[in-house]
């Protein structure tokens, strides 16, 4: 989603615009989405949540099984759950690290701007314009960032606490395999229940119980998830 990106330049860019476009086709090799704490309680309501066994240990919205198999795009290339979560929203924006740590680029992806496009400006006058559509991406992904920073800090106790574990989720038409789902792990609910008071009460003081409470329920949509791949077989 993110490979070709720029870091945008008042310069570079001065005569540069947006490409409009509504088509999340950018997002049909997307099979997964970190969550913000702030987010997870919609995104339990359409998709499966879990957690990675590997990099920032964030909760995860599953979003399909194999390549290009996104199961919440329709043929029109648009978004079929009620609700988006914020790692596909931010697009086609990114944050980017500098040298210097805690410093942060605006990045973008190159194919989504030019100086023919019909959308909104980069710059004006050298400067990003107040309210403009870099302005508006600099807010919502500072605030992103910042909810992910806070979110993992929240689920470090669970990490730390060996309630989680791996799983495997299998897709199956008719008895013939259509794909395969790992690198997954899910609360164990007699691992959880087996806690002390005192950590599930700080648990529960700190939102953390929200969060797994919302992701244990989530697991149901793994359910809802194999009957939309049913409907989008690997020849759509």
Known sequence: MFENVVALDSKVHADHRLKRSNSFAFAKNVLGAPLAMSEITK???????????SGRFLPVAQMGYRKDGNLYLDK????????????IRRFPFVMGEKK???EYLIMIVKDRISTNADGEVLFKDGSIPTGGAVDRARTFLTDFQKELINTEA?????????ILVPKVYKVEEGGKLLGTVTDLQVVDA???????DVTLAAWVRSGLMGVIMAHLQSLDNWNSQK???????PGD
């Open 76 to 87: 029109e290339n648009q978004w079929s759950a009620r609700y988006i979560p914020a790692h």
């Open 190 to 196: 007699e691992k959880l229940a087996a806690l002390d």
């Open 100 to 102: 210097e740590v805690g």
């Open 154 to 162: 929240l689920l470090k106790p669970l990490q730390d606490a060996d």
């Open 43 to 53: 995104a339990s309501r359409e998709y499966p949540i879990f957690f990675p066994t």
């Open 227 to 233: 009957s939309l791949s049913v409907s989008k077989s």
